[in-house]
């Protein structure tokens, strides 16, 4: 069975930071650009990175660049989001996911175009 997970989330004051994984059984990532996505609630999937199979090709939506960093580790499957300096509207849930190619392709943010979805874990940032 396909299957991405994500670990990492939690609670943390506001200027912290966490590092979320996303790692993938039953098939390679090697293959796939990975979206991340957060979810506020009551709203839909918003995107906030993504990066190509190779990561030479990192993407990030306007609210979180230059605070948020994604990397991949082809060797240990797995896709990490670096998230700095966090603020209280960075609280969601957020979810790892895989695109239908190897490169970050537009509509980069529709959700439509990612066929396997982890089950999300939340974030949270609170003073």
């Known amino acids: 069975q396909l299957q991405l997970v994500e670990s990492g989330g939690g609670w943390t004051q506001p200027g912290g930071s966490l590092r979320l994984s996303c790692g993938a059984s039953?098939?390679?990532?090697?293959?796939?650009?990975i979206g991340w996505f957060r979810q506020f609630p009551g709203k839909a999937r918003e995107g906030v990175s993504c990066?190509?199979?190779?990561?030479?090709?990192?993407l990030y939506a306007d609210a979180v660049k230059g605070r948020f960093t994604v990397s991949r580790d082809n060797a240990k499957n797995t896709v990490y989001l670096y998230m700095n300096d966090l603020k209280p509207e960075d609280t969601a849930v957020y979810y790892c996911?895989?695109?239908?190619?190897?490169?970050?392709?537009?509509?980069?943010?529709?959700?439509?175009?990612?066929?396997?979805w982890g089950q999300g874990t939340q974030v949270t940032v609170s003073s």
């Open positions: 996911a895989a695109q239908h190619f190897p490169v970050c392709t537009h509509p980069v943010w529709d959700t439509a175009g990612y066929g396997t």
């Open positions: 990066i190509s199979s190779s990561d030479k090709m990192t």
């Open positions: 039953g098939f390679s990532l090697d293959y796939y650009a």
